[in-house]
């Protein structure tokens, strides 16, 4: 593990929205218990959840660097890291909290600390961008997306992992019973802050459905685009491609 400080991109440029600012604050209050507060409110799920969308990613990206977008802890990081070994892996998260927090998991990863919508990348530099549970948190999903196609080269793969707004009345009710109190009063107790888990509820609630946001995708501009459902709906996997080489 290196002791060099994380380069902060958002702090040099001093410019933040609101909204940004504020579930920055959140997941800075709660990265010292995330990894211990994800395994209990999924009952592990988030683990094969994770290695399910690393493993749709290896069949679908190229060859060359990856990033994992919204990395937070880092967990996917260290799964793709540990499928490609000697890959060029980048983590970016806007909370410096959640990736000083995970860090010790991948020590040759690349960290930076950025906004999703506004990355510091040159144009087509990654073959993969993986983004787990972060989605539903960007300000504007639509921009965040065409950032990532930007960044991605032609015939790239972007692997989005999240718990979309279920259409599924099963899964609505899971949904539902989930978001009103196992996540607030679980999430309460053990982080000690109980707000930070209703804001997780309500974006949640508040997201596109999985159709939804494949139909976005395919408006920015992602090509080959397809979703799968994972445990009955309750979490999905989105895989598209950048426009290009091998894209269809
Ligand atoms: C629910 S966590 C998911 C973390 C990790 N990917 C995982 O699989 O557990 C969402 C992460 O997205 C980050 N995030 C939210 N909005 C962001 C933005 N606009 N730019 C960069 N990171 C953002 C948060 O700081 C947080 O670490």
Known sequence: MTAAPIPDVIARRG???VHDRAARGM???I???YDLLNGVLSAGLDRRWR???VRAGMQAAPPGPMLDLCAGTMDLTALLARARPGERVVAVDFSPAMLEAGKHKVPGAEIVVADATRLPFDDGTFSLVMCGFGMRNLGDT???AREILRVLRPGGCFVTLELFRPERVTTKAFHFAYARAVLPVVGGLV????GAYRYLARSMAGFLSCAEYETLLGEVGFAGVFGADLTLGVASIVVARAPGK???
Do not use: L, Q, W
């Open 51 to 53: 290695a399910r969308a």
């Open 27 to 29: 997941f800075e209050r």
């Open 142 to 144: 639509a921009v965040g």
């Open 246 to 248: 091998g894209a269809s």
């Open 15 to 17: 410019v933040e929205a």
């Open 191 to 194: 982080s000690g802050d109980r």
């Open 31 to 33: 990265a010292p218990t």
